[in-house]
């Protein structure tokens, strides 16, 4: 399935894979007297003023500096890892709630052609599948961390096919940047497998050229309010 322009209304009606979130639940009263009887104000001195609220960093959007097919460098102290999964919309979102990581974009990777448009991937001559690049603080998610939230947050037994999108533009795909990824990746496709009846059809191969995609495709599901497929897994019951 093509999707259409982001502006036409049938373009959002894919969306609605991930519940949206809400904010917690407001304290009762009886919680909020407890809690104050066991917080009593200490005296403040004259001219103090609150401490700001502290806030999560906000997830950056320029992963290894990604651009049309160029050397893709992190930070200092960054690591970089590229997941296929379906619609990248989706993908995206999913690693952008993931403790650790630092920045996401989404692209095209894995094909035969240079500088690909998303009409080009369309056509399903071109090789690409539609990629979110990572790059996350080592310290605070590990690799296998994010496999884990690969092998979560979409069906890998369907091959070229993640819902209503079908096309090798949707396959499932680790790339990896390094030997110790590639490892990571066999591993934990090998244990990922007995949790299936059906096999599982991800490949692993490294990242070639990662061609960044068109500014729309951006944190879409964030600029949208909308939460896209991919689709839940199909474990097998036992």
């Excluded at 403040?44 to 906000?58: C, N, Q």
């Amino acid at each position: 399935m093509r999707k259409l322009p982001v502006a036409l209304p049938v373009l959002l009606a894919l969306a609605a894979c991930h519940p949206s979130s809400t904010g917690a639940s407001e304290p009762n009263a009886s919680s909020t007297a407890v809690a104050a009887a066991r917080r009593p104000e200490a005296p403040r001195p004259p001219g103090a003023t609150d401490p700001a609220p502290t806030k999560a960093a906000p997830v950056g959007t320029d992963p290894g500096h990604a651009g049309a097919g160029t050397p893709l460098v992190p930070a200092p102290g960054h690591e970089l890892a590229a997941f296929a999964e379906g619609c990248f919309w989706g993908s995206e979102d999913t690693f952008r709630h993931v403790t650790g990581v630092v920045a996401t974009a989404v692209g095209y990777t894995g094909g035969h052609t240079a500088n690909p448009s998303y009409d080009d991937v369309c056509t399903h001559t071109t090789g690409h599948a539609e990629t979110v690049l990572v790059e996350y603080d080592p310290n605070a998610v590990s690799y296998e961390q994010l496999l884990a939230k690969f092998w979560d947050s979409h069906d890998p037994t369907t091959l070229n096919q993640q819902g209503p999108d079908y096309g090798d533009q949707y396959r499932s795909e680790i790339f990896t940047l390094s030997d110790a990824q590639a490892a990571a990746a066999r591993a934990s496709l090998t244990r990922e497998q007995a949790r299936y009846d059906d096999k599982i059809t991800t490949r692993i191969e490294p990242l070639g050229k990662f061609w960044k995609a068109e500014g729309y495709h951006q944190q879409y599901d964030e600029h949208t309010g909308r939460h896209s497929c991919p689709l839940p897994p199909t474990r097998k019951s036992t």
